[in-house]
């Protein structure tokens, strides 16, 4: 009876906004979803069907229509019972099964990660909102239901779906305008993530409510009178900021709860714009203005649609107080967004492309189709809708908004896709700036091009706009990519070569495409790059078309003397280095840091001159292209002859007196390490450095003679060092 009562409840609401709602499906839907979660409770011990009923009334705060509040009461139907999609299409209609299908998780797959399974999740979730805004309405109502019942949950589920929602679902609640939604999704997120935070706030702003309420009533008063004086026919609110907004000021600053000035933020509501303009100059007549704390979201609206006047004074007693100026109409689309203007009354569920208010929907689509990484396309929603706006201007007037922090060549990707790949130089406000250079409200940008310029890697280093980065990161993936194949190209072409063939004669007989097929691989490209990256040794492929015992007798006979020596001196098929089960690979140990047998090594593909090994702790390998970089292990046997000891630099830190050094190198000996090179550097507070370069053949050699040397007394410190 309860339920029904609340049902009834939401239906006058309804009533009250929708000209003639389909009361009867409303019904309809409820007595369905009743029966499918039948004997279902939910965390906090109430009947489930409590959940679908509020949902259905954030919705209709939200003022949708029928369709959308049929979905409110259905949407975990299908993932929580026997119900499908079909069902509900053949029983509600098209446009009820798609908001709840957009609406439901991909529960029935499997993903190796939660985290994986939140991009996917999300993924399809926007695709769907890309084909009806619906989805993402109903989605929020769900969420804001389940955040303020999340004290039913565990401390880590908490946790969890409160940064999801402070990372994705608040700021796609601005992004939609529902600036009362994103508010109260970010207060209840901030107490489960920040709790001592949160109630310590909480616990500031109550002590002083009495205080407050006085002052915002003297306010008010104060500002009604003033409108009244000049004949300006207003409204005047006044409020705390929220605690998130409280939280987020202090941490920024780095202050004090008592340090915030500007927590009351006080709302004039007019008929007109102009009339916008006049308040403004009245309050900045009566009290002192803050400089820099002015903006004109006016004249350039936010990319939601979002238009006021925001202004800081010193008010009354010398309270610093936050006045927020618009109009009715303006106000309206600053609560409800999307919801103020609801495209089903223009017979549309999806803005045009033109329309500038969702232009960051339409990048969010283009994203979609340009990763094919979940992670990477949940990475590129966070930049897209988590951020503070810069505005900035094209040559030709045109306002563009970006993340603060963007550059000139966040800018060029903005403008097409081809301006940002050939973008070689920027003009800001007239001067020419590095490309890095960061934009700032009001500039004037134009960007310069050439032909041949291309997308550098380094670009990833100081761009902020998801869709810079991710076309950055494709051109550049296609380049090494491109790369690698002329390396293949070149690596296999010189494994032809000790068979009397070369491969474009393997391409006109058709080898090259039948090795690739008995390779199974998709296409030549795709083999050649495999070879180039390493992942695929160019004598496997030879071996497609080349019979072993034929490869051997063409390979003996064709060696020269000068091929068998190189081998000798690179160790060919005895490098102790084994790339996914293969040992013939031609090695090189990289200088800079000088891997033993033993350590945890990582390879790089290096431009005709094999496999560069490094140590994984090695300074200069993250810096290398992530992309060349291979897998690769040491063989079981961890040592190395004694003619082909690796090198490795040992500093000794110790004292400065006679007899120390000679007991340092008799050290090395005892241990088997023979130094090949030294030098002694002595300091004036009668300490010394010693750096020697030794040869060893693996880590636990080096390991014993670094201890034994430890032990001798003055000695401080012993470590291995890099170049």
Request: with cysteine; aromatic share 8%; charged share 30%.
């Amino acid at each position: 009876m309860q339920l029904q009562n609340r049902l009834n409840s939401i239906i006058k609401k309804v009533r009250s906004y929708h000209p003639d709602p389909d009361i009867a499906q409303l019904r309809e839907a409820y007595e369905f979803a009743a029966a499918m979660h039948e004997g279902q409770m939910r965390k906090s011990g109430e009947p489930y069907m409590s959940h679908p009923l509020e949902v259905m009334d954030i919705i209709a705060d939200l003022r949708l229509d029928v369709a959308s509040l049929v979905a409110g009461l259905l949407h975990d139907t299908v993932e929580d019972t026997d119900t499908t999609v079909e069902e509900l299409r053949e029983r509600f209609g098209e446009d009820v099964a798609y908001l709840v299908d957009g609406v439901t998780k991909l529960s029935k797959f499997q993903f190796n990660t939660r985290e994986e399974a939140q991009a996917e999740n999300i993924r399809k979730m926007i695709i769907a909102m890309s084909r009806d805004l619906r989805v993402i309405l109903v989605k929020l109502a769900d969420r804001l239901h389940n955040m303020r019942t999340l004290k039913y949950m565990s401390p880590s589920s908490q946790e969890r779906i409160s940064r999801e929602t402070m990372d994705i679902y608040s700021p796609l609640a601005h992004r939609l305008g529902l600036n009362w939604v994103k508010t109260e999704l970010e207060d209840l997120s901030f107490r489960y993530l920040h709790t001592e935070a949160y109630y310590d706030i909480a616990e500031k702003v109550a002590s002083k409510k009495r205080q407050r309420e006085n002052f915002i009533r003297e306010v008010i008063t104060i500002l009604q009178e003033l409108l009244s004086e000049n004949n300006i026919g207003g409204e005047v609110y006044g409020r705390p900021k929220n605690f998130w907004s409280i939280y987020r000021k202090m941490r920024h600053n780095q202050i004090e709860f008592e340090q915030v000035f500007d927590v009351l933020a006080f709302r004039i509501l007019v008929d007109e714009r102009v009339q916008c303009y006049e308040s403004l100059g009245l309050v900045h007549n009566l009290w002192k203005p803050i400089p820099g704390r002015f903006k004109d979201y006016i004249a350039i609206s936010k990319p939601n649609g979002y238009q006021s006047l925001h202004t800081s004074v010193i008010g009354p007693y010398q309270e610093r107080i936050e006045i927020q100026i618009r109009t009715h109409d303006m106000h309206k689309v600053a609560e409800e967004g999307i919801a103020a203007h609801w495209l089903y009354k223009e017979g549309k569920a999806v803005p045009d492309k033109d329309d500038q208010k969702f232009a960051w929907l339409h990048r969010l689509m283009e994203e979609h189709q340009d990763h094919e990484d979940p992670m990477e396309f949940l990475e590129s929603v966070k930049i897209d809708l988590f951020h503070d706006e810069v505005y900035v201007f094209t040559p030709d007037g045109d306002v563009l908004s970006f993340p603060a922090g963007a550059t000139c060549v966040d800018f060029a990707f903005a403008i097409h896709s081809e301006v940002g790949a050939h973008c070689s130089g920027a003009k800001v406000n007239g001067m020419m700036v590095p490309l890095k250079t960061e934009l700032h409200n009001g500039d004037i940008v134009e960007i310069l091009t050439h032909k041949n310029q291309r997308p550098n890697k380094d670009w990833l280093n100081f761009v902020t706009t998801s869709r810079a980065r991710t076309k950055i990161r494709n051109s550049v993936r296609r380049e090494q990519r491109e790369r690698s194949q002329e390396l293949g190209r070149e690596l296999l072409d010189k494994e032809l070569k000790r068979y009397q063939t070369n491969i474009r004669a393997w391409d006109r007989a058709g080898n090259l495409a039948k090795a690739a097929d008995l390779s199974r691989f998709n296409s030549v490209d795709d083999m050649l790059a495999d070879i180039g990256y390493g992942k695929t040794q160019p004598d496997t492929i030879v071996e497609k078309i080349y019979p072993t015992e034929n490869k051997k007798a063409r390979a003996v006979e064709n060696e020269s003397k000068i091929g068998q020596l190189w081998d000798k001196l690179v160790h060919r098929g005895k490098t102790g280095v084994v790339l996914d089960g293969i040992e013939d690979v031609m090695v090189q140990y990289a200088k800079c840091c000088n891997p033993l047998p033993g350590d945890e090594i990582v390879g790089f593909v290096t431009r005709g001159r094999g496999l560069s090994v490094h140590t994984r702790e090695c300074s200069r390998i993250s810096h290398l292209e992530r992309e060349r970089q291979i897998a690769v292990r040491w063989a079981n046997d961890t040592s190395v002859p004694d003619n082909a000891r690796r090198p490795v630099s040992v500093r000794v830190y110790c004292t400065d007196k006679p007899g120390l050094l000679a007991n340092i190198s008799q050290a090395f000996s005892a241990t088997g390490v023979n130094i090949s090179q030294a030098q002694c550097v002595t300091t004036e507070d009668h300490r010394a450095v010693n750096t020697f370069e030794v040869l060893v053949q693996n880590t636990d050699q080096l390991k014993r003679a670094m201890r034994t040397i430890e032990k001798i007394k003055g000695v401080y410190k012993v470590e291995r060092t890099t170049n």
